[in-house]
């Protein structure tokens, strides 16, 4: 079966200090989805020579921390077993 895990790391969101007096510091967490549907069907495209991105679990993150009053900015790394989200977030 797939897995999701969250692994924070760095200062708290908000919190001043690291980025100066007054200004919010950023926080990094990695999401990584273990063998997501997403994945296969992107591999399976592969197959074809199809190779469309594919941010929806990005995206649908990104909306989460933005409805939550978070700012974020992610990467994404995909394996043959797993896709890594690293967002670095602070509060808006």
Partial sequence: GGGTTAAPSGGGVGEAGGGGAGKPSSRK????L?????????QALAAKGINPP??????CLTAFCRAS???SV???????T???L?????RL
């Fill in 34 to 42: 273990a063998g997501p549907a997403t994945l296969w069907a992107a």
């Fill in 54 to 59: 594919n941010e929806y679990l990005g995206y």
């Fill in 69 to 71: 009053g978070v700012r």
């Fill in 29 to 32: 967490v990695t999401v990584r």
């Fill in 82 to 84: 797993s896709v890594d």
């Fill in 86 to 90: 690293e967002f670095t977030i602070s």
């Fill in 74 to 80: 992610y990467s994404s790394k995909v394996s043959d």
